[in-house]
């Protein structure tokens, strides 16, 4: 299969080229390398150091030869035009969007940070599905969304709609069916919001234009390593831990190794979906290696389980106490506007129906991380200050307070 990954340098992007090159896939990528540039912005950086494009590229092809087809350095929200030739010429049998400016915080900064995510995300998607449906109609979209996008509903979430005759509301005694109707979205930032509209504008493009696409509802990434990966130092992801960037398990083994407290936001019993790195690469793998038909708009929950958040803190501390770590966890103001205790129930059979498996245990992948981080403990500690939450959905700059447990309200 030829595939061109869209984000090709990033966390998951990355991965994804190597992952799918050692099954016999033929790679091609776009990035116009912000995520190096956002991160260094907010005062991070990879704590795996990361070798440029070009060195990457020498070292896939030594280890997958000619694997590797071609690379196209663009912003796809504005250059619209050589996006078009590049597909014309790959006439890929799949393209992977993972382009997008993936934060939260990151978008709730400020006007400008705002108004980045969504023309950088929604404009990005809008050129790359007319690109699509010009030159390579017959690709397989898979696009990277967020279980983000629902919120925290208290009926479970499904996998895009609503099943025939799963849901009957009874308002003024009269009887609704929901049968076919979209899950609905309830976004909670700006980064969230425009992957709703991805998801509104993918969905349209698929009805009028007969295209195929995986709407992927991903949760939280963890990890540092797949086996693709043999040890060799020019192909290493990336690994971020900042405030903006490093998702919540990653930002708690990278406080746990430099002595900083977890950062739980308020209650800290927020539930989310998380799967590890490995785990997402072998269920993007299963989802192009059996692809929609045309026209079909599919929604796929990618997660291994639901964990609440003061649960994956004793995880982290119990892993790094083994490691003679003195690891603490503490209550912090939340920044955001959101429920901190509530429950959460995804429905997510599609990639079990196809296959997908859970490679390890969780505190086999943590303990895993805190061995290839710890050498890299000089690295964290010039970002330490990035760990801590500072940007408020209020608009406010300034470090979350620390709360005692007799604080909450009850």
């Known amino acids: 299969m030829r595939v061109c990954i869209v984000g090709i340098d990033g966390y998951l992007g990355w991965s994804l080229a190597c992952y799918l090159a050692e099954r016999g896939h033929s790679i091609s990528g776009i990035d116009a390398f912000y995520r190096r540039k956002w991160v260094a912005e907010v005062g991070g950086m990879s704590i795996t150091p990361i070798a440029d494009m070009d060195e990457r590229w020498k070292a896939h092809n030594e280890k997958w030869p000619d694997s590797f087809e071609d690379m196209l350095t663009i912003d796809i929200s504005k250059d619209y035009k050589a996006l078009l030739m590049f597909l014309e010429i790959q006439q890929p049998d799949a393209i992977v969007h993972l382009g997008e400016q993936p934060s939260a915080p990151f978008s709730m900064i400020d ?228 429920r901190e205790d509530h429950t959460y129930e995804v429905i997510h059979d599609t990639l079990s129906d196809l296959g997908y498996r859970p490679t390890r245990d969780m505190e086999i992948e943590i303990r895993s991380i805190f061995e290839t981080l710890m050498p890299f403990r000089d690295r964290i500690l010039a970002v330490g200050s990035s760990l801590h939450p500072k940007t408020r959905w209020s608009g406010e700059h300034r470090e979350c307070e620390e709360i005692r447990s007799d604080q909450f309200k009850v």
């Open 111 to 338: 006007v400008d940070h705002a108004v980045l995510t969504q023309h950088n995300n929604v404009i990005g998607t809008l050129r790359l599905l007319f690109a699509i449906k010009d030159v390579c109609p017959d690709a397989h979209l898979l696009k990277l969304g967020t279980l983000g996008e629902m919120g925290t509903p208290e009926i479970p979430i499904c996998e895009g709609n609503f099943q025939d005759g799963s849901i009957i509301i009874y308002p003024d005694g009269k009887n609704f069916r929901l049968d076919g109707l979209m899950f609905p979205r309830n976004g909670g930032s700006l980064y969230h919001n425009s992957k709703i509209q991805d998801t509104v504008n993918v969905k349209k493009a698929c009805d009028w234009w007969n295209l195929r696409s995986t709407d992927i509802m991903q949760g939280v990434v963890y990890g540092t390593d797949i086996d693709e990966f043999e040890g060799d130092k020019r192909l290493i992801t990336r690994f971020d831990c900042c405030e903006y960037f490093g998702t919540v398990m990653n930002r708690f083994i990278a406080q746990a190794i430099i002595g900083r407290p977890l950062t739980l936001y308020g209650k800290g019993h927020q539930k989310r979906g998380l799967i590890p790195l490995r785990d997402s690469m072998q269920c993007m793998t299963l989802l192009l290696e059996n692809a929609p038909a045309p026209g079909e708009y599919r929604t796929v929950n990618q997660l291994e389980n639901v964990y609440d958040l003061t649960e994956l803190a004793l995880k982290v501390q119990q892993a790094g106490e083994s490691l003679d770590l003195d690891v603490t966890i503490k209550n912090y103001t939340d920044p955001r506007v959101e």
